[in-house]
């Protein structure tokens, strides 16, 4: 099973940009499909972008495509979350998650997450 771990959260004016990182554990990475979620105070966690073992398939949240993007490396066993055009909205904590198959399954089951990473976006 994989750890994983955050980073890259912050402070950042409306506008600018971000990436988060998540470094997993072990050698196992490469066979788990990777998530990106958020939650807001006061809401549900929500699916962002979602990203294939092999990197080739992506999802991303219908109202965040084309400011989002999710990419991995396998050789540093990490997946990434490029934000840019934030909004105030977008504060939240991100979280990274794994899932124990080839492509992300909406409901699926998650393996492991990690302890998540805040991002403020000031107006």
């Known amino acids: 099973q994989v750890q994983l771990v955050e980073s890259g959260g912050g402070l950042v004016q409306a506008g600018g940009s971000l990436r988060l990182s998540c470094v997993a554990s072990?050698?196992?990475?490469?066979?788990?499909?990777m998530g990106w979620f958020r939650q807001a105070p006061g809401k549900e966690r929500e699916l962002v972008a979602a990203?294939?073992?092999?990197?080739?398939?992506?999802y991303s949240t219908d109202s965040l495509k084309g400011r989002f993007t999710i990419s991995r490396d396998n050789a540093k066993n990490t997946v990434y979350l490029e934000m840019n055009s934030l909004r105030p909205e977008d504060t939240a904590v991100y979280y990274c998650?794994?899932?124990?198959?080839?492509?992300?399954?909406?409901?699926?089951?998650?393996?492991?997450w990690g302890q998540g990473t805040q991002v403020t976006v000031s107006s």
């Open positions: 998650a794994a899932q124990r198959d080839s492509v992300w399954s909406p409901g699926g089951e998650i393996a492991n």
């Open positions: 990203i294939s073992w092999s990197g080739r398939s992506t």
């Open positions: 072990g050698r196992t990475f490469s066979t788990y499909a």
